[in-house]
């Protein structure tokens, strides 16, 4: 079945520093892949958009400058929390859109600690 | 706009038993619509993808069911196991738009007690 590999799976930085998590579609092809963000017991928020080969769309009240995104490739997408502080410690999950069936795939997540 | 319900919020029941989770979606005119489960800390596990053009899809113990005219699906768990409890989440993606965003219902918090 279609697998999605996200890394780091736990990322604890300092105030400041900004962090880079990776999505990857292993073994299909994504256009379009998604970065959500979830809070304990809540569902999944939508931050953004990715699309290959063009500028990612981010979602009403989602910081373009803190939150960037780069999909350089069909199968990878990057994204990074730029000068990082406690309220963007958070559990990030991305998903990939396979260009075959539309199907979505999960990552595991990426549990971002901002100490 | 889309709107995806999923009913009920949250079920517990014994081991060993069958059980049907529901899923309902205002606009019938849907791409596919998948079913998943999330564990406490996780990322999401596809559980079943069915295509508009399909009314079913099984793996295992599982087997959901997909009416666009009625606007819902349903996810049939067959034997129930305390490995099934996670909480279970419909979408579907709005219109026939490949680059749609997939629309999640509020999912159903499932709990079977040994």
């Known amino acids: 079945g279609a697998v999605v590999s996200q890394h780091p799976s736990r990322v604890i930085c300092k105030s400041g520093t900004s962090v880079k998590i990776e999505c990857r579609s292993l073994?299909?092809?994504?256009?379009?892949m998604f970065w959500y963000r979830q809070f304990p017991k809540q569902s999944l928020m939508l931050m953004a958009t990715?699309?290959?080969?063009?500028?990612?769309?981010?979602e009403q009240g989602v910081e373009k400058d803190k939150f960037l995104i780069n999909h350089a490739s069909l199968t990878l997408s990057t994204l990074t929390v730029t000068s990082a502080h406690p309220e963007d410690s958070s559990f990030y999950i991305c998903?990939?859109?396979?260009?075959?069936?539309?199907?979505?795939?999960f990552g595991s997540g990426t549990r971002l600690t901002v100490v | 706009k889309q709107e995806v319900t999923q009913i009920p919020a949250a079920l517990s029941v014994p081991e060993g038993e069958n059980l049907v989770l529901n899923c309902s979606f205002t606009?019938?005119?849907?791409?596919?619509l998948q079913w998943f489960r999330q564990d406490p800390g996780k990322g999401l596990t596809s559980l079943l993808l069915?295509?508009?053009?399909?009314r079913e899809q099984t793996s295992g113990r599982l087997n959901a069911s997909l009416d666009k005219s009625s606007g819902r699906s349903t996810l049939y768990i067959a034997a129930s196991q305390p490995g099934d409890s996670a909480t279970y989440l419909c979408?579907?993606?709005?219109?026939?738009?490949?680059?749609?965003?997939?629309?999640f219902g509020s999912g159903t918090r499932l709990s079977i007690r040994p």
């Open positions: 998903s990939a859109r396979d260009d075959g069936n539309y199907g979505y795939t």
């Open positions: 069915i295509q508009s053009s399909q």
């Open positions: 990715s699309n290959e080969g063009s500028k990612a769309t981010y």
């Open positions: 073994d299909f092809q994504a256009t379009t």
């Open positions: 606009d019938s005119a849907i791409y596919n």
């Open positions: 979408a579907s993606p709005p219109g026939y738009s490949s680059a749609s965003k997939i629309i």
